[in-house]
């Protein structure tokens, strides 16, 4: 597991507005969410019990 080296930018209160990590860190993150969001979508559909259409039959208007 690779080791994060984040920063903080803070308000005059100290309260932490932002993180700044290193840039393929933030790649990363990005495709794990990506994966993430497409397993949930995958759990949702299974989840629906609504029919499949096959995808050569779907009309994108």
């Known amino acids: 597991m690779q080791t994060i080296s984040e920063q903080y930018i803070v308000d005059a209160q ?3 507005l932002r993180v700044v ?3 393929d860190y933030y790649q990363k993150l990005l495709a794990r ?3 993430l969001e497409e397993i949930y979508a995958f759990d949702l559909a299974e ?3 609504d029919e499949a259409i096959p995808f050569d039959q779907v009309s994108i208007a």
Do not use: H, M, N
């Open 47 to 49: 989840e629906s019990q």
């Open 14 to 16: 100290g309260q932490r």
């Open 33 to 35: 969410l990506e994966e």
């Open 21 to 23: 990590v290193e840039f």
